[in-house]
């Protein structure tokens, strides 16, 4: 009856791989995180800014900065990497594109998601974004920014944030912050993404005239199937194996 039970719990846990497997949810490496360093402000302030260098963390990276530092009104900074390796009000240099850091496709997913920590005193708003379509002739490709809604993280709290692939928000085209399946928008080019990272915000200044984000962004955990199999227990069976608010 043990070795049976023992076989069922194995014949179960190994159907539950392939899903696991062939999970369609993009995130980011550390690698990946720690390279993120190209900003955009909206609105646009000298007081809006990412501190470099980037936070190393062992399984992640930290982002400090700032959000209309002596001003008044919402405010927020995209944090990410293009496809040109400029920063923001920068030139070209030795930066590392979106596309050399292996994040110039997102073919064959349907979510993106970033585990984030606020480690600041008050609430801040994150959500995650990107840009597709190549512009240039001869593709002539619609630039699409695609969004998921703001998430508040409170103090010391860590959240996953998610864009969901077919309930997001989409400018371009036809769309003007639409809350839209863009897996049914045709034309998409899933390869020629252009731009991609997260936005930081909030209504300036936060209580006791706070403007400094401090946030901890790490890949989302492996999922809890390919965990077991790598613990053995399948042995059982004895088988190896533009920014809006919105």
């Not at 955990?221 to 608010?245: D, Y």
């Amino acid at each position: 009856m043990k070795k049976l039970l023992g076989l069922c719990l194995g014949i179960a846990l190994l159907m539950a791989i392939p899903l696991a497997v062939s999970a369609t949810t993009f995130t980011m490496n550390p690698s990946q995180l720690q390279a993120l360093y190209e900003t955009y402000e909206n609105p646009d302030s000298e007081g809006t800014f990412l501190s470099m260098p980037v936070g190393i963390l062992p399984d992640g990276a930290k982002y400090t900065g700032n959000v209309l530092t002596n001003e008044t009104g919402w405010g927020q900074i995209q944090i990410g990497a293009n496809f040109w390796g400029i920063p923001y009000g920068g030139s070209a240099g030795d930066e590392a594109t979106n596309v050399a850091l292996g994040m110039g496709s997102l073919a064959g997913y349907d979510s993106y998601a970033l585990s984030i920590e606020n480690v600041n005193e008050n609430a801040w708003e994150f959500n995650l974004y990107f840009n597709v379509g190549w512009t240039d002739s001869p593709f002539d490709e619609t630039n699409y920014y695609v969004q998921n809604a703001w998430t508040t993280i409170n103090k010391d709290e860590k959240k996953q944030v998610v864009l969901d692939f077919t309930s997001c928000y989409v400018w371009g085209g036809a769309y003007n912050g639409d809350l839209i399946d863009f897996t049914t928008v045709a034309g998409v080019n899933w390869d020629h993404i252009t731009n991609i990272g997260l936005n930081i915000g909030g209504n300036m200044p936060l209580p006791g005239v706070d403007y400094t984000y401090e946030a901890k962004v790490n890949p989302i955990p492996v999922p809890a199937t390919l965990l077991l199999l790598g613990s053995g227990l399948l042995g059982l069976a004895g088988i190896r194996k533009r920014f809006n608010k919105k």
